[in-house]
DNA sequence: CACTTGACCTGTCCGC
DNA sequence: TGCGGACAGGTCAAGT
């Protein structure tokens, strides 16, 4: 999925782009994409308008004037694109890409807007988009179980803190955990891991205070960086518009098995933790030993 | 309790 | 060209 820089990106475009328009019509093409009842659609979000465009964690929210608010997590796959009921392109034109060719068959729904669609693509259908009151959408309530927003409000006393209840994991687990810190995903865990030079599967009780140091500032650093180039697209992910983010290209690990490393030149490997791919430089990212 | 595995889906790629 | 299996950016529930 896209992780927090590619929702990032997508909320900052989106809000742009639909901020102050109604939603004339719901059109649903995948009845598990949009759990919703008719009537609340009726009663909370025909009709009504876009107030705010909203990120935490990995999910979206767009906020209506009703006092409901469409909660959207994109999960592997998912798309949302805005595409103008005016603007459409001819074969060959430059803007002829994705937007001209929707909806398509992997489109589960459209939100319908005056001047506009917004689509919600979804090819393995693991996303959805929920209808809630905006009030219940808070750390309080909704997002009790998310770590902190790791660009926000997450200082490097918290984040040790947090990563004290799982000494005995590898470090990770840890970080595609969303309770632990919220946004990161495999892509980042990866290129942050590989900046702070950490091995994956180094537990998190034998890291030391200094490399946890480097590992915050890495997580952080990795993020801005990737959300200044709109994200990272390896297959799906576009933004709201419809183009790919660039980040891929400047990631250090990640997809680059067997591949030089861009610090030491070693051959970057590709090995499984917590059950997911994983990319490192096999010296660069040492594996602690432990002496018993 | 902490941690790992399977399930949710569709599509693609790789080996035979 | 076809078929089976592994794998893909996420997260739950269910299992150990």
């Known amino acids: 999925m896209p992780e927090l820089p590619e929702v990032e990106t997508i909320r900052r475009g989106l809000k742009d782009l639909i901020s102050g328009k109604k939603i004339v019509k719901i059109e649903i093409l995948n009845l598990k994409s949009y759990p919703n009842s008719q009537t609340d659609t009726n009663n909370f979000v025909i009709g009504y308008h876009i107030i705010d465009v909203r990120r935490r964690a990995k999910l979206l929210m767009i906020d209506l004037n009703s006092g409901y608010s469409l909660l959207i997590h994109l999960k592997m796959t998912g798309q949302l694109v805005y595409v103008s009921k005016k603007l459409r392109f001819g074969a060959g034109h430059p803007n002829d890409s994705l937007v001209n060719q929707l909806p398509d068959k992997s489109t589960r729904v459209i939100i319908e807007l005056s001047d506009s669609n917004l689509f919600f ?58 309770s632990v810190i919220a946004g990161i995903g495999n892509i980042y865990a990866d290129e942050s ?9 180094t537990m ?89």
């Open 204 to 292: 998190v009780g034998d890291i030391g205070s200094k490399k946890l140091a480097d590992l915050y500032k890495s997580i952080q650093q990795v993020l801005q960086l990737s959300i200044s180039k709109g994200g990272s697209t390896d297959k799906n992910y576009v933004n709201a518009e419809g183009k790919k983010g660039s980040y891929l290209e400047f990631a250090k690990v990640f997809r680059r098995d067997n591949l030089p490393c861009p610090v030491c030149g070693t051959t970057i490997i590709k090995i499984r933790v917590a059950s997911r791919g994983t990319h490192l430089c096999p010296k660069c990212q040492k594996v602690k030993i432990l002496t018993r």
């Open 193 to 201: 891991l590989f900046l702070a030079k950490i091995h994956p599967k």
């Open 121 to 178: 693509n979804d090819q393995r259908k693991f996303g959805w988009i929920k209808l809630l009151p905006t009030d219940l959408l808070t750390d309080e309530t909704y997002f009790s179980k998310h770590g902190p927003e790791p660009l926000e409000n997450l200082t490097l006393t918290a984040f040790k803190n947090n990563l004290k209840k799982r000494l005995k994991s590898n470090i990770k687990a840890v970080l595609l955990d969303q």
